[in-house]
Nanobody
Framework: QVQLVESGGGLVQPGGSLRLSCAASTRTFVTTYAMGWVRHSPGKEREFVASIGWNGNTYYVESVKGRFTISRDNAKNILYLQMNSLKPDDTAVYYC??????????????????WGQGTQVTVSA
């Protein structure tokens, strides 16, 4: 069972930026599995944010297009989420998640099978 460990969350003012990282315990995991980010706010359902397929294709929820970028470092086996122009509505716990091996980018939260522990992102003045 792969372990996914997120980092990089914190408190940021509206308009600011953060970069989330997700390290996988299994070598080459992030380059051979579909990977993604899902967020969860109190009182709301889990929301898909972004995903990247094993072949590099990406998919974003409409509300973050042009502001967030998902990427990965193949050598370091780390998944990233660069978040710019952050808004208060982006406040949530962000989870790194892994889908199927050789999977394509997906927006379905149910496609993700392995999850990290989450990292809190708070956007507030």
């Amino acid at each position: 069972q792969v372990q996914l460990v997120e980092s990089g969350g914190g408190l940021v003012q509206p308009g600011g930026s953060l970069r989330l990282s997700c390290a996988a315990s299994t070598r080459t995991f992030v380059t051979t599995y579909a990977m993604g980010w899902v967020r969860h706010s109190p009182g709301k359902e889990r929301e898909f944010v972004a995903s990247i397929g094993w072949n590099g294709n990406t998919y974003y929820v409409e509300s973050v297009k042009g502001r967030f970028t998902i990427s990965r470092d193949n050598a370091k086996n780390i998944l990233y989420l660069q978040m710019n122009s952050l808004k208060p509505d982006d406040t949530a716990v962000y989870y790194c998640a892994a889908g199927p091996k050789f999977g394509v980018a997906t927006s379905r939260v149910t496609d993700f099978r392995s999850w990290g522990q989450g990292t809190q992102v708070t956007v507030s003045a």
